[in-house]
C-alpha cells in the first residue's frame, strides 16, 4: 500500500448530524451482556465517537486494535477504554450520512448485535432524521471525502484489499468458503448510495461456520450469538435456520462489514469511504483496518498481524 496514495476532495456537501437522539438496546455478540447505545447529535467537526465508562473514543483508524478477533475494536490510547463490535453501526452512520454523532454506550463494553444485521440501525437513523450540523460558532462546515488517486492494495496470502481511481464509491467483494458448500465461492459487486445500501446491503446478517461454534466460545468469543442474530452454515448439512434474505446474504455481510470498517478513514466529520473501486477478497476486519492504518501513514504492515 502507497502511503499518500488518496488526497482530500470537498463534496459541496455540509456535514449532518442527528436531528434527535435515539437508542436501541441488545445483547452483545461477544460479551453476551444486555448494552444499549445512545446516538445523539453532535457538532459540526467532532465527527462520530463512542463514550464508554466516560472515555470518549473517537471512530478513527489511530484507535482500531489490529488484533481483534471476528469483530472491530476501537481503544482510546494504550490502556484506554474500549468499545468493541462497531462495525455494523459504523457501517450504517457512514452510508447514510452520519458524519458527526456522540454514541453512549451503557450496560458494558459492546454495541448491541441487535439481529445481525445494520438493518435496525438504518431504521433509527431514519426515524430520527438527519440535519446539518454546526460548530460551536454556529457554523456549518463543508464535508470532505478521501478520493484514491493512484492503485493501492494490500495482500496477505490469497487473501487482499485494493482500491483503484474511479468517479464514484463501487465495491466488489468475493469470499470463498470450500469447506461449507452452501456458502462456497460468491461476489457480489455494487455501487453505493444510502438507497443501494438501505435495501442491498443493510439486511444481510453476521453469519458463522456451526463447527466452528464450540472453539470460538472455548477462546470466550460468540457468547451473545445465537440463532436469532446470526446466519449459521453446516459444513455437511448447509444452513440451519433458513430462509436467507439474499441467495448472497453472507457475501453481502462482507460489504457490510467493509463500510464500517473503512468509515474510521474519518476524520473531523469528514466521509470515510474513499471515492475509489474498491476490491476485496477473503478479507476481514485486520486486513481491512490493515490497509487503512498503512494508507493512512499511521504504521507500516506487519503481515505477521494479518495472519
Request: charged letters at 20%.
Amino acid at each position: 500500500v502507497a502511503r499518500a496514495a488518496f488526497s482530500w476532495k470537498p463534496t459541496g456537501r455540509a456535514q449532518q448530524t442527528l436531528a434527535a437522539a435515539v437508542s436501541r438496546s441488545g445483547v452483545g455478540l461477544h460479551s453476551g451482556a444486555r448494552a444499549t447505545a445512545t446516538l445523539l447529535p453532535a457538532r459540526a467537526g467532532e465527527g462520530r465517537y463512542f463514550v464508554v465508562e466516560e472515555a470518549r473514543v473517537a471512530a478513527e483508524v489511530g484507535n482500531a486494535e489490529p488484533q481483534s478477533p471476528l469483530c472491530t475494536t476501537l481503544r482510546s490510547g494504550s490502556g484506554g477504554a474500549r468499545v468493541r463490535t462497531v462495525e455494523h453501526l459504523l457501517s450504517a452512520m457512514e452510508a447514510l450520512g452520519v458524519d458527526n454523532c456522540r454514541v453512549e454506550v451503557s450496560g458494558g463494553d459492546e454495541i448491541p448485535l441487535l439481529d445481525g444485521s445494520a438493518q435496525e440501525w438504518v431504521e433509527a437513523i431514519r426515524g430520527a432524521g438527519l440535519c446539518a450540523a454546526e460548530d460551536i460558532g454556529g457554523q456549518k462546515l463543508e464535508k470532505l471525502a478521501p478520493k484514491i488517486d493512484e492503485p493501492v492494495y494490500l495482500r496477505k496470502d490469497d487473501c487482499f484489499v485494493a482500491a483503484f481511481p474511479s468517479s464514484q464509491i463501487h465495491i466488489t467483494y468475493g469470499i470463498d468458503f470450500p469447506k461449507a458448500p452452501a456458502i462456497g465461492c460468491q461476489w457480489f459487486n455494487t455501487f453505493l448510495d444510502a438507497d443501494i445500501y438501505s435495501s442491498k446491503i443493510a439486511p444481510a446478517r453476521t453469519f458463522c461456520i456451526f463447527e466452528e461454534v464450540e472453539k470460538m466460545r472455548g477462546a470466550g468469543l460468540i457468547k451473545g450469538g445465537s440463532l436469532e442474530n446470526a446466519m449459521v452454515c453446516s459444513m455437511s448439512g448447509g444452513w440451519l435456520n433458513p430462509p436467507l434474505r439474499f441467495d448472497d446474504e453472507p457475501c453481502r455481510h462482507k460489504i457490510l462489514d467493509l463500510i464500517g470498517d473503512f468509515s474510521l478513514l474519518a476524520r473531523n466529520g469528514s466521509q470515510g469511504f474513499p471515492i475509489a473501486h474498491v476490491v476485496a477478497y477473503k478479507a476481514g476486519h485486520a486486513l481491512h483496518t490493515s490497509f487503512l492504518h498503512h494508507l493512512s501513514g499511521e504504521t507500516s504492515v506487519d503481515q505477521g498481524t494479518l495472519a
